[in-house]
């Protein structure tokens, strides 16, 4: 029996697995594509991020939308199933599409020039059902038994790291080759020349774009399958919290005496549960008499804003100057570091959280002093310090690993921290949004810096540059 139960855990916690990295996969997918993007010649080139960044901000309009329905439906109706179904099966097709058409291209009527249509409308999408799933997975998981949340918070950090080994695995491919075109002589006066006409060749990735989003289209299915799986499966079923359990089957009870209320979740504790509530209310009430000044709250607040404007805005959409002016496997590396930093910072502050406000303050600090040499060498771009030197490789991408680490820390342990307070609701909805707010904020101000002014050039890198033209025939 006692393997019986263990089995079905197994099962739970891989379904459980597989349902969190679907929830960020397909944008994470594509931020650590666009290396290779780059380098195949996408018409937007390096400003490609600052248009995925803006795209991202307006995919927040799907969260909206489901809390303003969600609001609207009627008490007892779970609105984030159905919601589940849909958006698990739009990412898989839309991953699907990808495969065929993220190269074509179409002329804007607005700026006269060709964009990545098709790209940009998929990254929306899955945009869009990324965010979405950030408030409709959740409020699915609370019908499991709770001690399963943790492998889910896993799955949603392998969201960023299985791109990233992939995009590691894939490569950008070498250095652009300098390859003789074609020879031929000319004479000036008497002087007899012999010339070379010059090209570069690009030596391509281990595997396309094509072979990487039939992967991601994989690990989509595998969400909506996984999805359906805990939704029906009956020893999955088993698994289910005992409270969820007892409130449908007051549910049903409900349905069968002909009630006509809507059915309520009830949450009815156990002995032990009162015992543990009771001991919390006692908690409560000293951290209630021990409160934080208000002062200390808007500082965190303050730091919350600044870190989510710059991790989520300002430094993604100009990485790809910074990192890129290194060379391209120098962005590759820096981009998928930056993705792996995400859930390692997370998993510190799940071990071993901190209440400690001088430490928060600290890494705040490091990661804004990483952060401002990654935006000089951006600025610097396309001569930027240290350039064609391994300490200059070294030192941007452990710039752009500590700054996203720090500052992906900051914005956990300021989570934690709230939580911790006895008025934790309203302040995680006062995190939720200052941190949306400052995103918007930096989205809307790099935006038109990086592309209405010169600040920001490319780094577009001639192999041929130093090779003679001509040489002269004596």
């Known amino acids: 029996m006692a393997e019986r139960t263990s089995c079905h855990q197994v099962l739970v916690i891989i ?52 809390m303003v329905a969600n ?17 698990t099966f739009i990412g898989t097709v839309v991953c699907l599409f990808m495969i065929f058409y993220w190269d074509v291209y179409t002329l804007w009527q607005m700026d006269g020039k060709l964009h990545s249509t098709y790209l940009t409308l998929f990254a929306f999408i899955l945009a869009l059902v990324d965010c979405t799933s950030n408030v409709t997975f959740l409020p699915f998981m609370t019908r499991i038994k709770s001690h ?90 088993s698994e289910y919290a005992a409270e969820y359990q007892s409130s449908r089957k007051e549910s049903q009870q409900s349905e069968e005496s002909g009630g006509r209320e809507a059915a309520q979740y009830e949450l009815v504790p156990t002995d032990k549960e009162v015992d543990q509530l009771e001991t919390s209310d006692t908690d409560v009430t000293t951290v209630q008499e021990s409160q934080r000044p208000a002062v200390q709250f808007l500082l965190l607040f303050l730091i919350l804003g600044l870190s989510g404007g710059l991790i989520n805005s300002v430094l993604p959409s100009i990485q790809s100057f910074s990192a890129g002016s290194y060379g391209l496997n120098i962005y590759l590396i820096s981009a998928t570091l930056s993705s792996f930093a995400n859930p390692i910072a997370g998993t510190i502050v799940m071990v071993k959280p901190s209440k400690n406000l001088l430490l928060v303050y600290t890494v705040f600090a490091v990661g804004t002093i990483a952060g401002v040499y990654c935006f000089a060498t ?56 200052i941190n949306q707010v400052g995103s918007l904020l930096g989205a809307v101000i790099i935006f038109p810096v990086v592309h209405y002014t010169d600040w920001f050039v490319p780094y577009y890198p001639d192999p041929c540059a130093a090779r003679p033209d001509c040489i002269a025939v004596t």
């Open 148 to 237: 399963y949340m943790t492998w889910f918070f896993i799955g949603m950090g392998l969201s960023g790291v299985i791109p990233s080994i992939l995009a590691l695995i894939q490569g950008v491919g070498g250095a652009p080759n300098c390859v003789a075109n074609h020879t031929y002589t000319k004479t000036n006066g008497t002087d007899l020349f012999e010339c070379t006409s010059w090209t570069y060749e690009t030596n391509p990735a281990r595997f396309g774009p094509e072979v990487f989003f039939s992967f991601l289209s994989l690990m989509m299915f595998a969400c909506f399958v996984s999805y359906i799986c805990l939704n029906h499966l009956p020893i999955v079923k």
């Open 71 to 87: 609001y609207l439906t009627p008490k007892g109706f779970q609105l984030e199933v159905p919601t589940n179904y849909v958006i």
């Open 378 to 433: 951006a600025l610097m771009s396309p001569t930027p310090p240290l350039q064609h030197r391994l300490i200059g490789d070294i030192l941007v991408v452990s710039s752009w690993f500590i700054t996203s680490a720090c500052l992906h820390y900051v914005r956990a342990a300021i989570g934690w921290i709230m939580r911790t307070e006895p008025n934790n609701r309203i302040l995680l909805i006062t995190y939720g949004v």
């Open 15 to 66: 379904l459980v697995l597989l349902l969190g990295q679907g929830s960020w996969i397909g944008i994470n997918s594509i931020w650590v594509e666009l290396p290779l993007l780059v380098s195949l010649g996408i018409p937007e080139h390096f400003e490609i991020t600052s248009w995925l960044v803006i795209i991202l901000q307006m995919a927040n309009i799907g969260p909206i939308i489901f």
